[in-house]
């Protein structure tokens, strides 16, 4: 195992390694947020502990318990920390080995990958092809091969009628209006906006307002906020109903990711 007094934090020192994968271990303080920023290798982003919200300049995704974001090359992004969050970073340099990736996603992290994290996370920053560390390596190209995506992200709008009636309920997710409401406050017909929605966004009204409210319903849980706090918080009746469909969206539970924290 590496000493890891030895290991560095600084994400330069793993741009150009000699192998394909560099593991980074580093831990952040609830409420830090890494400005915008890009890197020359993929990255993937994975927390043992704690949530982390990613922006670029389209799209905002979460990372809940036991899911990572994978980050290709040269996308710029900002990330913030909801709790303390103690983060591993694999750099992938996809010219050395083909990307399992080539498009930012979350996905999840199954038992495997993620000891797998742990474990690379605790050689030394260097390694050679046939060492402990190279084989754990290949092990993780394999696993990325095979997880399974998460739908997310939250896309943003650039249509200047959306951006006003996303902007609200990202300030306000337990808004309750319907898409015939927000057409005053938008300033386009209700047909209009579920066009824009399906044409700028890729979803419905009802798709897109869901992914939002579950953005937020992480970091409250994160937070530790009670269940049932949160469902009304954003826009459920039933603690029953918000679990259920949270759980189906985000692929776990409301209970479990206030077990994680």
Same mark, same amino acid.
């Not at 793993?14 to 290798?41: C, N, T």
């Not at 913030?80 to 103690?86: A, F, I, L, R």
């Not at 409250?220 to 029953?240: C, D, K």
């Given at each position: 195992?590496?000493?890891?007094?030895?290991?560095?934090?600084?994400?330069?020192?793993?741009?150009?390694?000699?192998?394909?994968?560099?593991?980074?271990?580093?831990?952040?303080?609830?409420?830090?947020?890494?400005?915008?920023?890009?890197?020359? =290798?993929?990255?993937?982003?994975?927390?043992?502990?704690?949530?982390?919200?990613?922006?670029?300049?389209?799209?905002?995704?979460?990372?809940?318990?036991?899911?990572?974001?994978?980050?290709?090359?040269?996308?710029?992004?900002?990330?913030?920390?909801?709790?303390?969050?103690?983060?591993?970073?694999?750099?992938?340099?996809?010219?050395?080995?083909?990307?399992?990736?080539?498009?930012?996603?979350?996905?999840?992290?199954?038992?495997?990958?993620?000891?797998?994290?742990?474990?690379?996370?605790?050689?030394?920053?260097?390694?050679?092809?046939?060492? =402990?560390?190279?084989?754990?390596?290949?092990?993780?190209?394999?696993?990325?091969?095979?997880?399974?995506?998460?739908?997310?992200?939250?896309?943003?709008?650039?249509?200047?009628?959306?951006?006003?009636?996303?902007?609200?309920?990202?300030?306000?997710?337990?808004?309750?209006?319907?898409?015939?409401?927000?057409?005053?406050?938008?300033?386009?017909?209700?047909?209009?906006?579920?066009?824009?929605?399906?044409?700028?966004?890729?979803?419905?009204?009802?798709?897109?307002?869901?992914?939002?409210?579950?953005?937020?319903?992480?970091?409250?849980?994160?937070?530790?906020?009670?269940?049932?706090?949160?469902?009304?918080?954003?826009?459920?009746?039933?603690?029953?109903?918000?679990?259920?469909?949270?759980?189906?969206?985000?692929?776990?539970?409301?209970?479990?990711?206030?077990?994680?924290?």
């Amino acid at each position: 195992m590496a000493d890891p007094a030895n290991r560095s934090t600084d994400p330069q020192d793993y741009q150009d390694l000699p192998q394909a994968i560099g593991a980074m271990s580093k831990s952040f303080a609830d409420g830090f947020v890494i400005p915008l920023h890009e890197h020359a =290798r993929d990255q993937l982003l994975f927390a043992r502990r704690g949530i982390m919200r990613l922006r670029t300049e389209r799209q905002a995704w979460v990372v809940p318990p036991d899911g990572a974001v994978y980050i290709p090359a040269g996308t710029r992004h900002s990330i913030g920390m909801h709790g303390d969050v103690d983060m591993r970073t694999l750099y992938i340099d996809m010219c050395a080995r083909q990307a399992p990736m080539r498009t930012l996603v979350v996905v999840a992290v199954s038992s495997l990958l993620r000891e797998l994290i742990l474990a690379l996370s605790e050689e030394s920053v260097a390694y050679e092809a046939d060492s =402990r560390a190279g084989l754990i390596a290949q092990l993780i190209e394999r696993e990325l091969e095979r997880a399974d995506e998460l739908s997310l992200q939250v896309p943003l709008p650039r249509d200047p009628r959306l951006q006003r009636l996303c902007a609200q309920l990202l300030a306000d997710p337990a808004d309750r209006r319907t898409l015939d409401d927000w057409s005053q406050v938008a300033g386009a017909s209700t047909r209009t906006l579920a066009r824009l929605f399906e044409r700028e966004l890729g979803m419905s009204f009802n798709r897109w307002r869901q992914r939002a409210r579950f953005h937020n319903a992480l970091e409250a849980l994160s937070h530790g906020a009670p269940i049932s706090q949160v469902a009304a918080q954003h826009g459920y009746r039933s603690a029953s109903a918000f679990s259920a469909a949270f759980g189906k969206v985000m692929g776990v539970t409301p209970s479990e990711v206030a077990v994680a924290q």
